[in-house]
């Protein structure tokens, strides 16, 4: 069989801050791609401002170096199974993966879920072990759990003879040796690794096309580009084509540009062949999994499955007291374009009308999925609420049926005890526990997704902030029935409008934990604080100290009240109740009850708990 040994096409997949886009960055640097005046700033492949915010990869990218005539396609993936969706899709795009683990660290969950993609797809793997002047490295044992990993998710025996290059990307440093004294300036060991172990795709350019869309993108001049692997054949500006489209039809089009990678950039190319990774744009509606053959020949490749979205939230229009004072965009009609518009790249995003105007239900694969793009809407200045995060729930062998995810936690040890009791409170059922020295526990539990939305904040007060958690996506599983997550304190609600003052806060801070200081303005039904009881407490934050002569003439102690909690974003999604909305402006994220008015919220508590007596 005839291959293309000038290319290579990897993925570099890993768990979330493993390195991946950092070693990303060095192969780029110290292969023969970029021009040596060009300064590589760190992480280049992370555009988009939340990702260099974060420091996590939230969109696949594309960038292809050169090194002793070759030409190695390297794709960046995601860490977090949020974005797993991505992942999945990119493993059809390449012939062999890069698993970078962190040498300290060791495999962790969105380890096992990214190296479990790539087995289903048998690709061949490199193992990295990156971080490797990390204080507290083992190579040695981080080695042997990637080994267990593999063997526990079925790989063959050829995936099973891996071979393992030892880095520090931070410093650009490689080796094929665990001891770090053999640490090089030089990425070499891993290009020879990748050129040696990756199979160069096969060259059936002389057969008819085929070409599948693996990502989307969107440029206002050209519209929708379609990003993607040359499967058979080959394409060229001018030529003829169809899309085959998911719903079984077929639209024909005219090529009328072609893009490949080279180093950051993407360069006009006249044609493509069997084993590229190119772009195509001008044909308007392409969508992920589409196949583009010829127009006599319509040769259709299995459709890429995306993953199902698992979590929703109603976004609506800002309807406060406060609505249109901070935000640009602030209607319903340019909130539902600008949804619209994140469908045209976002597959894993669902956005669907509902029977209130001005609101639609957003379902994504996880919080932070949601988090983010509600993140990227403020920044461009839209004002929006946020109702709390529910699960999608589904019928599955007539079984209702919810998303159960599997959680590691490492923490120290005398604060294993209380995680394992709030676990239980939100119906985790552990499943592994063992010491990994250092006074350090590891634990695993497999736990409703529900019962896990808005424990992080718990979790980090519980273990004093040295806590790790991390969670992904498992499998549907029957209901939970009788059973109500959420949180077990009422909130702290303003009952006016106006400026919150020192006095009234003095007054109220005994009742719970305060969310805002003196000076803020606040509107009636506005959340100011969590309350120490399961119930709401109305309060006044308004109020100013009434000055009499005698007053006035005493000595009068310096007011001061504790340091309010600040909630950020996520925090604020987290704390929602049901009867709760977040709302969200380019400067400011407020907590409010959905019922703004105190009397008509207390008679529609009223209302609600006659009909539960019935």
Not at 273 to 290: H, P, W
Not at 310 to 321: D, E, G, I, R
Not at 406 to 434: C, F, H, L, W
Not at 559 to 578: D, Q
Request: proline content about 4%.
């Amino acid at each position: 069989m005839k291959t293309r040994e000038d290319i290579r096409n990897i993925a570099i997949i890993a768990h979330v801050d493993h390195g991946k886009t950092t070693l990303v960055n060095e192969l780029l640097k110290q292969s023969d791609t970029l021009d040596e005046h060009i300064n590589l700033e760190d992480r280049a492949m992370d555009t988009n401002p939340i990702e260099r915010e974060r420091g996590i990869t939230i969109l696949s990218k594309v960038t292809a170096v050169d090194y002793k005539d070759h030409k190695i396609n390297i794709l960046d993936t995601p860490g977090h199974a949020d974005f797993g969706g991505e992942v999945e899709r990119i493993m059809r795009m390449v012939d062999g993966v890069l698993l970078v683990v962190d040498a300290f660290e060791g495999t962790m969950p969105q380890t096992r879920f990214v190296l479990k993609k790539a087995m289903e797809q048998h690709l061949t793997p490199i193992v990295v072990i990156n971080k490797i002047d990390r204080p507290g490295a083992r190579p040695a044992e981080v080695v042997d759990e990637v080994l267990e990993l593999f063997i526990e998710l079925g790989a063959d025996e050829d995936q099973l003879d891996f071979p393992v290059v030892y880095t520090s990307a931070v410093n650009g440093t490689s080796s094929m040796d665990p001891e770090v004294d053999t640490q090089t300036h030089t990425m070499d060991p891993v290009f020879d690794t990748i050129l040696d172990t990756i199979p160069a795709p096969v060259d059936n350019s002389d057969e008819p096309l085929q070409f599948q869309v693996a990502m989307l993108d969107y440029n206002d001049y050209v519209g929708r580009i379609g990003i993607g692997r040359v499967f058979r054949g080959k394409i060229k500006i001018g030529d003829s084509v169809s899309v085959l489209k998911l719903d079984g039809t077929a639209k024909n089009y005219r090529v009328t540009k072609l893009f490949g990678f080279f180093g950051l950039k993407r360069i006009e190319v006249n044609e493509a062949k069997a084993g590229d990774l190119i772009a195509v744009s001008g044909m308007e509606d392409i969508f992920v999994g589409e196949t583009v053959t010829p127009t006599d020949q319509q040769d259709r490749l299995p459709v890429l499955r995306i993953d199902a979205p698992t979590l929703q939230m109603t976004f609506a229009v800002n309807n406060s007291p406060f609505a249109g004072r901070e935000g640009k965009f602030v209607t319903a009609r340019k909130l539902e374009d600008r949804l619209k518009a994140q469908l045209r790249t976002d597959v894993s995003l669902r956005v669907d009308d509902t029977d209130l105007p001005g609101a639609w239900v957003v379902s994504g694969r996880g919080e932070l999925h949601l988090s983010i793009l509600v993140e990227e809407l403020r920044r461009e200045g839209f004002e929006l609420m946020l109702s709390r995060p529910e699960v999608i729930y589904r019928e599955i062998d007539g079984k209702l049926s919810e998303p159960f995810e599997s959680v590691q936690i490492d923490t120290p040890d005398e604060y294993v005890g209380s995680v394992i009791d709030s676990m239980a409170q939100r119906k985790g059922d552990m499943q592994n526990m063992e010491s990994v020295g250092n006074g350090q526990t590891r634990m695993i539990f497999l736990a409703p997704s529900r019962g896990l939305i808005g424990y992080s904040t718990e979790f980090l007060s519980q273990t004093g902030g040295y806590g790790i958690m991390n969670h992904s996506y498992e499998k549907y599983m029957p209901i939970i029935r009788n059973w109500t997550p959420g949180r077990r304190t009422g909130a702290l609600v303003s009952i006016n409008q106006g400026p919150a003052t020192t006095y009234s806060l003095q007054s109220v801070e005994d009742r719970g934990e305060l969310f805002i200081d003196a000076g803020v303005e606040v509107y009636e039904g506005m959340i100011v604080g969590q309350s120490s009881r399961e119930q709401d407490i109305a309060v006044n934050v308004t109020k100013g100290k009434n000055l009499t002569n005698t007053r006035a003439s005493g000595k009068d102690h310096a007011a001061a009240i504790r340091t309010p909690r600040n909630l950020t974003l996520e925090e604020s999604i987290e704390f929602l109740n049901s009867d709760e909305y977040c709302e969200v402006t380019p400067e400011s994220v407020r907590l409010r009850k959905k019922i703004l008015g105190t009397n008509e919220r207390r008679k529609s508590d009223k209302q609600k708990k006659m009909a539960d007596k019935k």
